[in-house]
């Protein structure tokens, strides 16, 4: 019988809690959690970290000392390494722990990886303050009922509130889920709320709050029972919570630290002055590439990244995106076509059965930032933007059922959009994306066309 892990026999012994992450998932743990593990002062930083309404892993990993395996899933074969820098996990309901930590002089830094829903902006990327979950934070956080609040916002917005109050010092925020400039982002959607609900907080939030705009990457499928029983085959350890994830991983930080971070350099984070080129690199070559293979190739029947990038036809798909992509990036040819050449053989390692399920979430927060802006930028270059074009026509299938299964956090808002004839929906979809030329849309219908068959 395997055992489970403890830190009488594994790992490290627990580090004090000078970090707090919000959203418990898989990226965390093969990434925030991982370069902190690896830092040269590891010793001294502990995570405590915040699980969605439920428990989720993080009971399994109370179980285990909040110790867990990270596999490194190369081509070849796995590694594993336990982690030890979760300190601490709670539910997401546990508000009173969280702003006790930010009372916490010995807390400097706060990061999340809460999805692109988590922020709850609208179209425009304001908070979205007709939600009736951030409508009820504003209207507790006036009330001074600070442990009533219910999303990532208004959590934040009630921590800081509390730290404020409690003198605790200055703090860092770090958004490290996938959107463009996600510092100057989250940044937006807190003093949104505080302008509405604690005005006398943007004092402090000028003085006393940095953030931090960053670029992250390894790609991080959902957890499986392949790699449970990997860890159990191989290490001899029976560990729920373990998750693999590839070998490669990048991570590029930008912005305003204020306060001690971990030596996350020592652990191969880069601090640079300007995320921007990283961050467009990342975001439309990996991520667009992505739910290109999400969309169109979910059409033609493939699931994981590895069988749909295997496929001529799809790969010529995958390409003629990156062509568009690379006509209106701001980096040398050789960056991008090297750049491209690594994406194929990650894309390619057969052993990460990556779902393209797990990609296709929420496309309506995706396709406008990875999509959109090459694909409007090249037409008006007077090129055509066909990779891109291509991408659209699929969302617009999946919309309508085709492909992968649809699940998105604005369901509601854009339910509609799949009604209609496939020329209805084609127009709906360019009106939402604001696609205005009309090559562009002629040319998407009759794409969608093809991918229908
Ligand atoms: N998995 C990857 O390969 C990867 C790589 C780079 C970046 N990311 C970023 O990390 C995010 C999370 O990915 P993951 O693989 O950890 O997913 P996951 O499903 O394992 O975890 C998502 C976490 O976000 C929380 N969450 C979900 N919706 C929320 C909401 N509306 N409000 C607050 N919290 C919410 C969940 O409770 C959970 O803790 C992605 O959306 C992306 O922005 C992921
Ligand atoms: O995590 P999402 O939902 O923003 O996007 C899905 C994938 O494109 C993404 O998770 C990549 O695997 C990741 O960004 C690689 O670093």
């Known amino acids: 019988m395997a055992r489970r892990l403890s830190r009488s026999k594994d790992g490290r012994p627990t580090p004090p809690v000078r970090m707090v992450h919000l959203g418990l998932g898989n990226f965390f743990r093969a990434h925030q959690a991982w370069y902190t593990d690896r830092a040269a002062d590891a010793d001294q930083w502990g995570i405590a970290a915040f699980a969605g309404r439920?428990?989720?892993?993080?009971?399994?990993?109370?179980?285990?000392?909040?110790?867990?395996?990270?596999?490194?899933?190369?081509?070849?074969?796995n590694e594993y390494r336990v982690i030890s820098s979760l300190a601490a996990t709670h539910t997401g309901?546990?508000?009173?722990?969280?702003?006790?930590?930010?009372?916490?002089?010995?807390?400097?830094?706060?990061?999340?990886?809460?999805?692109?829903?988590?922020?709850?902006?609208?179209?425009?990327?304001?908070?979205?303050?007709?939600?009736?979950?951030?409508?009820?934070?504003?209207?507790?956080?006036?009330?001074?009922?600070?442990?009533?609040?219910?999303?990532?916002p208004g959590k934040l917005v009630a921590g800081l509130v509390a730290r404020r109050d409690a003198g605790a010092g200055p703090i860092t925020l770090i958004s490290c889920d996938n959107v463009p400039d996600n510092g100057a982002m989250l940044e937006r959607v807190l003093r949104d709320m505080v302008s509405r609900a604690v005005p006398d907080l943007e004092q402090y939030l000028d003085d006393e709050v940095g953030f931090v705009t960053t670029m992250v990457d390894r790609i991080t499928?959902?957890?499986?029972?392949?790699?449970?029983?990997?860890?159990?085959?191989?290490?001899?350890?029976?560990?729920?919570?373990?998750?693999?994830?590839?070998?490669?991983?990048?991570?590029?930080?930008?912005?305003?630290?204020?306060?001690?971070?971990?030596?996350?350099?020592?652990?191969?984070a880069v601090f640079v002055d300007d995320v921007v080129p990283h961050e467009l690199r990342k975001l439309?070559?990996?991520?667009?590439?992505?739910?290109?293979?999400?969309?169109?190739?979910?059409?033609?029947?493939?699931?994981?990244?590895?069988?749909?990038?295997?496929?001529?036809?799809?790969?010529?798909?995958?390409?003629?995106?990156?062509?568009?992509?690379?006509?209106?990036?701001?980096?040398?040819?050789?960056?991008?076509?090297?750049?491209?050449?690594?994406?194929?053989?990650?894309?390619?390692?057969?052993?990460?059965?990556?779902?393209?399920?797990?990609?296709?979430?929420?496309?309506?927060?995706?396709?406008?930032?990875?999509?959109?802006?090459?694909?409007?930028?090249?037409?008006?270059?007077?090129?055509?933007?066909?990779?891109?074009?291509?991408?659209?026509?699929?969302?617009?299938?999946?919309?309508?059922?085709?492909?992968?299964?649809?699940n998105d956090a604005r369901a509601d808002k854009i339910a509609d959009l799949g009604s209609g004839s496939l020329e209805d929906s084609v127009s709906k979809v360019c009106g939402f994306l604001e696609i205005d030329d009309r090559d562009s849309k002629a040319s998407i219908l009759a794409l969608a066309r093809q991918l229908q068959g």
Do not use: C
């Open 284 to 406: 439309w070559l990996l991520n667009g590439a992505h739910s290109m293979l999400a969309y169109a190739a979910t059409i033609k029947g493939h699931q994981t990244v590895s069988d749909a990038i295997a496929d001529p036809i799809v790969r010529g798909w995958v390409d003629e995106w990156w062509d568009v992509a690379a006509r209106q990036l701001p980096l040398d040819d050789a960056v991008i076509a090297d750049y491209r050449a690594a994406l194929l053989e990650r894309f390619g390692n057969p052993r990460m059965r990556d779902q393209l399920s797990r990609i296709a979430a929420d496309g309506s927060q995706k396709i406008p930032i990875r999509i959109v802006p090459a694909l409007v930028a090249d037409r008006k270059a007077g090129n055509s933007p066909l990779g891109a074009e291509r991408a659209v026509a699929a969302w617009t299938l999946h919309l309508r059922g085709l492909g992968a299964p649809f």
């Open 54 to 77: 439920s428990m989720g892993i993080g009971a399994e990993l109370q179980r285990q000392d909040n110790l867990y395996t990270l596999v490194s899933v190369g081509p070849q074969g």
């Open 93 to 152: 309901t546990d508000v009173a722990a969280l702003s006790g930590y930010f009372t916490d002089p010995a807390v400097s830094v706060v990061t999340m990886t809460i999805t692109e829903a988590g922020y709850v902006r609208n179209e425009r990327g304001e908070l979205d303050a007709g939600n009736p979950d951030v409508a009820s934070d504003i209207d507790v956080i006036a009330a001074g009922n600070l442990n009533a609040v219910r999303t990532a």
């Open 221 to 268: 499928p959902r957890a499986t029972d392949a790699i449970w029983q990997a860890v159990q085959d191989e290490q001899g350890v029976d560990d729920p919570a373990a998750i693999g994830t590839e070998p490669f991983s990048e991570w590029v930080l930008a912005g305003d630290l204020k306060g001690q971070v971990p030596d996350w350099a020592s652990a191969g």
